[in-house]
């Protein structure tokens, strides 16, 4: 070879091996039936201006993180940090599995040295080499993996997310891309997405958030890319969504110093952040809370130009519009988003409506425990008393479901907030609510009692179904409050639900709640907890999490070409994951589904939603006239490890 050919190979070579690679792996994915066509087409379309080292640089720039693309990509962004470098070196030699069954013996190596986060780095690595393997080893072990791969481990993973390696997976549309927000999305889906029938890119599904409220964690900005990740992935494994139809977005508007987030973590001045490091643009609203000012400050806002460029990029592979979910924003923004767009695209807010679905769910499912035979579960829950302890979007959207869908009177829902139990006047221009939202579900007249005292206001109202999901205060649920709970409820066994996440903010634990109630009450918490055994019975404490709600969904919107997402499909949603409790699970005193059925689960909540969607007038696609002939028509349309992007 002459020296000439020799220096340009050496100049070259990284960017050339990198565009082939992608090259060949999207004409596998895409089954070609010319893939060398195929492959030289991706080739062609790459940009050789300078020799980055990754694909990223070749064929992406404007969605990546601001700090990567300022560094020149993904390769160049991993070797400016020498942990980075040699985390990522470390990653790669442990993650040599071929197979489903490598993997496995892999990642239980790794997560059996006790902590899950090294697992959750390994699978994000067996994700980025073979994403087939990857789904293969969750769809094996489902019960096992999933808890490393979302919550709890996710928590800890977005709290460091800068300071594992980076990977591709993901887009990044920033605030300075305002006004070329279509042009960001199109550059990703040329690389990460293929195209359908209509010219337009194939993407059923976009989580999307700005990482402003991740969990109970606060504000990690762009570092929150690990929650629109791991929910995509649980709506494949959990209800069969094409992965290779879907993308995890992130919107860049900015990072609260560490006053915003829970543990005070240093998150914008990180060496290692990923986003632009400015503060985030807030202003007052019409209701005097604190919002986002770039989604709210015009009819080209930021979210609406996001929004409507993704329904001119993207068609789903049944025909219809993407479906858009809002996730992990803060509630001052989620609300009044969520009501102005949910009419205009398919989209709904996870935690709003699908986090208030599982909770009646779970709370449906403590009715089938309590009254095992009882043929109206909707009935009887609608007899009971209930306090949300916080006033949340979780707890907000689910007193509303339970009111507006469940026929439970408004009097018997209590809700809190700092103040405690959120009340107003008669005409509502006083009272202790913070927001309109708040407002809705105040009680009328001010309590004559300590209502900031959880106990006295036990004692007060009296309520058979206790639900925790204020993200600040652990531990709040106390002995003296779970012994007051079980009294007053009697002669019902008390319901308690502990849903902050993760297990360090949860307002109880399992072992703790079944102890003080001598194993009384029915106990469901937000993240996992192990089996407790009380008085020779062993309990198993069911995990209410939304994943037994998003994935079918979702799936069952896109695959009936729903218009869009009205309240009444997310309480359908809630009564089949009830009824999909079994006898076992009912003895067990499970208040949600084994997690191990959780595909058979989301398959009937899709069934059910497309089941209503066709009775509303909101499908677009037929897709059987009984609930057997539209689960039997969704089944065959699973996703399963093997299949393409057109399949």
Request: net charge negative; aromatic share 8%.
């Amino acid at each position: 070879m002459h020296t000439a050919d020799a220096d340009y190979l050496a100049k070259h070579r990284a960017a050339i091996e990198s565009v082939l690679s992608i090259g060949i792996a999207k004409a596998v994915k895409e089954k070609a039936t010319n893939p060398l066509s195929a492959i030289a087409s991706t080739v062609a379309s790459a940009s050789f201006a300078s020799s980055p080292a990754d694909t990223s640089s070749v064929l992406r720039t404007k969605s990546l993180p601001a700090q990567v693309a300022a560094v020149g990509g993904i390769d160049k962004w991993n070797a400016l940090s020498p942990k980075l470098s040699h985390l990522k070196r470390t990653l790669d030699g442990m993650c040599q599995a071929a197979t489903v069954e490598q993997a496995l013996v892999e990642v239980r190596s790794v997560a059996s040295m006790g902590h899950d986060f090294w697992a959750y780095m390994y699978m994000r690595e067996l994700y980025s080499k073979m994403p087939e393997i990857y789904y293969g080893a969750l769809l094996a072990a489902p019960s096992e993996l999933l808890p490393i791969v979302y919550t709890p481990t996710v928590g800890e993973a977005c709290q460091k997310f800068g300071k594992i390696p980076f990977y591709r997976r993901g887009c990044y549309v920033k605030l300075t891309d305002r006004g070329n927000v279509k042009q960001v999305l199109e550059e990703c889906a040329a690389v990460e997405l293929t195209k359908g029938p209509d010219g337009k890119y194939l993407c059923d599904c976009i989580v999307f958030s700005d990482g402003g409220r991740i969990l109970g964690l606060g504000d990690l900005g762009a570092w929150g890319m690990g929650i629109p990740i791991g929910k995509l992935d649980l709506y494949s494994v959990c209800a069969g969504v094409n992965p290779y139809r879907t993308l995890p977005v992130i919107l860049d508007v900015g990072n609260y110093g560490p006053e915003g987030n829970t543990n005070k973590l240093t998150i914008r001045e990180h060496e290692l952040y990923t986003g632009i490091k400015q503060n985030r643009i807030t202003s007052k609203s019409e209701a005097g809370t604190v919002v986002n000012e770039p989604y709210f400050d015009g009819p080209d806002n930021f979210v609406d130009e996001f929004m409507t460029a993704a329904n001119e990029v993207f068609s789903t592979g049944f025909g219809g519009n993407v479906l858009l979910q809002f996730e992990d924003f803060n509630s001052n923004d989620a609300f009044p988003l969520l009501a102005r767009s949910r009419e205009k695209y398919l989209t709904y807010n996870d935690d709003i409506q699908g986090t208030a679905a599982v909770s009646v769910a779970a709370l449906l499912g403590a009715v089938k425990i309590r009254h095992p035979e009882s043929s109206d579960l909707v009935a009887e829950l609608a007899k009971g008393t209930f306090l949300f302890h916080g006033a949340g979007s979780a707890n907000i959207g689910a007193a509303a479901l339970l009111i507006k869908e469940a026929g439970v009177p408004a009097c018997n829902v209590f809700l809190t907030n700092s103040r405690g139990v959120i009340w107003k006047s008669e005409d509502g221009s006083t009272g202790s609510y913070r927001n309109d939202e708040q407002k809705e579900f105040a009680q009328v007249g001010q309590p004559q009692y300590d209502s900031k005292d959880l106990v006295s206001v036990i004692e007060h109202i009296k309520p058979t179904f206790l639900v925790g999901a204020v993200g600040v205060a652990p531990g709040c649920f106390s002995e003296q409050v779970i012994k007051t709970l079980v009294e007053v409820a009697k002669p019902e066994r008390a319901t308690v639900f502990a849903l902050s996440n993760p297990k360090t903010q949860a307002e109880c634990t399992a072992a703790d709640a079944y102890k003080w109630s001598d194993g009384a009450v029915l106990y469901g918490s937000g993240t996992a907890f192990g089996t407790c055994e009380i008085n020779g019975k062993k309990l198993f404490p069911g995990q209410v999490n939304n994943l037994y709600i998003f994935p079918g969904m979702s799936f069952g919107a896109i695959a009936c070409q729903a218009q869009s997402i009205p309240e009444r499909l997310f309480m359908v949603s809630a009564e089949a994951v009830a009824n999909s409790l079994g006898p076992e699970e009912v003895a067990d005193e499970n208040v949600v589904p084994n997690r191990n059925r959780i595909r058979e689960v989301s398959l009937n909540v899709a069934a059910a939603v497309v089941l209503e969607s066709q009775k509303l007038g909101l499908a677009g696609r037929k897709l059987g006239h009984t609930l057997q002939e539209v689960t039997d028509t969704l089944k065959v349309k699973m996703w399963v490890p093997g299949m393409g992007p057109l399949d």
